[in-house]
């Protein structure tokens, strides 16, 4: 099993970018997907989850209205449309595949936001 993250990096406040999870090893289609985030001294936080049809999408308040989760079932991969980042944003982005007792992680992508 393996989740490849990417599109990670540094941007100015107000900017956006796409993160990308590559998925291998399992039926993606049956999982639902999920991004967390992690910042050092502090707990993985959800930030979106996707249903494994697409039908039904979840945001961290914080992230409402800036954030846009998708997936391509066809292709493996689930994504993360950011835009108006803000410095709060800044963490370690986490991709996760789950389904019923498997919970699959990949090594994360960092975004840092700042001026």
């Known amino acids: 099993v393996q989740l490849v993250e990417s599109g990670g990096g540094l941007v100015q406040p107000g900017g956006s970018l796409r993160l990308s999870c590559a998925a291998s090893?399992?039926?993606?289609?049956?999982?639902?997907m999920k991004w967390y985030r992690q910042t050092p001294g502090k707990e993985r936080e959800l930030v979106a989850g996707?249903?494994?049809?697409?039908?039904?999408?979840n945001y961290a308040d914080s992230v409402k209205d800036r954030f846009t989760i998708s997936r391509d079932n066809a292709r493996s991969t689930v994504y993360l449309q950011m835009n108006n980042l803000k410095p709060e944003d800044t963490a370690v982005y986490y991709c996760?595949?789950?389904?019923?007792?498997?919970?699959?992680w990949g090594q994360g992508t960092q975004v840092t936001v700042s001026s």
């Open positions: 996760n595949a789950w389904r019923f007792t498997d919970s699959y």
């Open positions: 090893g399992f039926t993606f289609s049956t999982y639902v």
């Open positions: 996707i249903g494994s049809a697409s039908s039904r999408t």
